[in-house]
């Protein structure tokens, strides 16, 4: 986890810290885990660390603002950044030594972290959703009117967006499923709320995505709607983390649900006295960052 400029590593089993180490500047959270090494992005910079010791293997200056999480595939980080003009920049970073294999302009209003599958890498922008290969070579493009707040997720067969209204008057955010093969619509879904958190979660057989107070399923095939619920607190806080048969799902008030897929009823909740980051998933173990501790639930 992160808190200000330092990373902390914990026993998953007793809580013990296991190492802590200092970056430069101030972290925002959003870390990445590949192949033995945490890539932690920190204002202008992204870090590589090795995830036993905490020692840093490398840094990658971005020069400007790291604005969503990297991911990691095929030997590369894929970090956004902003840039002095408002507009944004992809890079691909290799995992090996930390440099620059190339770069992409983006929207960074428009778009979240990457997703990638199958040697692509699907991003959104100012005209819709981009596939590009991992060497940055241009595959499709897909005409999109995209307004704000775009995140993308992937199943390889599947490429699915979730869309923020166009703006905060505007109830219409949506899901929008894709052909991977040419970026084709599939099908699209539209709610009646102005903001969605995150991007879709793919299931087995179903989506799962916030939006505003209110967690949704959705069918991948037909993109129809199987259920809606409240979540306990005001307004959801981020996307769901889904394991086994469960949603886990935090939102304002300092709330944790834990919500059936079935039938979306509410299986139990937790209510803390403080702030709290979105949950992680591990071997059957929840971890949540919970003012200046962090928890972990069975």
Known sequence: MTAGSNVHAFDPESGEKLWQTSVENETDGGIAYDDGSLYVPSATSLHALDATTGTQQWRYETGE???????????????????????????AVETS?????????????????PAVSDGTVYYAGDDGVTAIDT??????????AISRGVEISTDGDTVYYTENGSDYFDYNSKLVALDPSDGSEKWEYTTELPSMYGPAVVGTDALYFSATDKVFKINKESGSEEWQTSVSGYEVSGAPVLYGDALYVTSGGFELDAINTSDGTKRWNGTFKTGRYDPVLADGTLYLSVGKNVRAFE
């Open 65 to 91: 603002g790291i604005v969503y999480p990297p991911v990691v595939a095929d030997g590369k980080v894929f970090v956004p950044s902003t840039t002095q003009s408002a507009s944004g920049l992809l890079a």
């Open 135 to 144: 060497d940055g070579n241009e595959k499709w493009a897909a005409p999109a």
């Open 97 to 113: 030594s930390g440099e620059e294999a190339w770069t992409e302009p983006i929207d960074f209003g428009r778009s979240g972290t």
